[in-house]
């Protein structure tokens, strides 16, 4: 009996992993990247793809919700007060309670964690696309009605453009926060990078599929910020001239 325990710890940490398998992951080391190479194709490419397209077609959905909510209450300011207190309701309400709540009527399926979040983005976006709207100089907008333009032209021509830093903002942080938040999906739906991240927790934790796989969320969400960030200051070339300035 004294022997069992020391033959328990001498075993593989995760056994299934014992046959044809290099020592450093039978062992569970910290970082093995034999086996990340193995399983590139199979396992962490098809959760990220997955979690890119689970990202992307909530940020658009949400996007287009917000810029037409946005437009509709800076024109009728009325409809403000109730957008912004349905939409911090959705907010505040926790991812995962909202998650399986949807599945009742919705189903355990991508309608669901879409709808879940695009609820997520739906604050931030529509506070930041407003507020980019509102502080456009009252000056410059007399200045365009002086010249003869329309609503609808000040609006295409000025407003936008000039809201672009404040609309991409809330962007960078609705696509941040969306790529965090569909690491949880899993629960309903079995798709993106949370399912790795799942599956390596239960499995020891098993250290290199979970360190693969929150890297690869982290750095999607780090090049997707970027990426705004470039794309802002391709957008709106007259703030660097002003920085420069």
Not at 22 to 34: A, R, T, Y
Not at 48 to 57: K, N, P, T
Not at 100 to 109: D, I, K, R
Not at 141 to 167: K, N, Y
Request: charged share 10%; hydrophobic share 55%; net charge neutral.
């Amino acid at each position: 009996m004294s022997g069992a325990p020391h033959l328990a710890a001498a075993g593989p940490v995760i056994p299934e992993f014992g046959k044809g398998s290099s020592g450093c992951v039978v062992h569970n080391h910290l970082f093995c990247w034999e086996w990340v190479e193995q399983n590139w194709s199979p396992v962490l490419w098809p959760a990220l793809r997955q979690h890119i397209v689970l990202a992307l077609i909530a940020v658009a959905i949400g996007f287009v919700i917000s810029i037409a909510l946005a437009l509709i209450a800076h024109r009728y300011r009325w409809i403000e007060q109730p957008t912004i207190l349905l939409t911090t309701f959705l907010y505040t309400i926790p991812s995962l309670a909202l998650f399986e709540l949807l599945v009742a009527p919705v189903g355990a399926n991508i309608y669901a964690a879409e709808i879940a979040l695009v609820s997520y983005t739906l604050l931030i976006l529509f506070r930041n696309t407003l507020t980019g709207l509102r502080d456009v100089p009252a000056e410059v907008l007399e200045a365009a009605e002086g010249m003869g333009m329309t609503r609808t032209q000040q609006l295409l021509r000025i407003e936008l453009p000039l809201a672009l830093p404040a609309i991409i903002a809330g962007l960078r942080i609705a696509v941040v926060t969306t790529i965090a938040l569909a690491t949880i999906v899993y629960t309903i739906y079995d798709a993106g990078l949370g399912v790795p991240i799942h599956r390596a927790l239960g499995e020891g934790p098993f250290k290199t599929e979970l360190i693969a796989a929150g890297v690869l969320t982290i750095g999607l969400a780090v090049l997707s910020d970027a990426l705004l960030v470039g794309l802002q200051r391709a957008l709106t070339p007259w703030t660097r001239v002003r920085q420069a300035a």
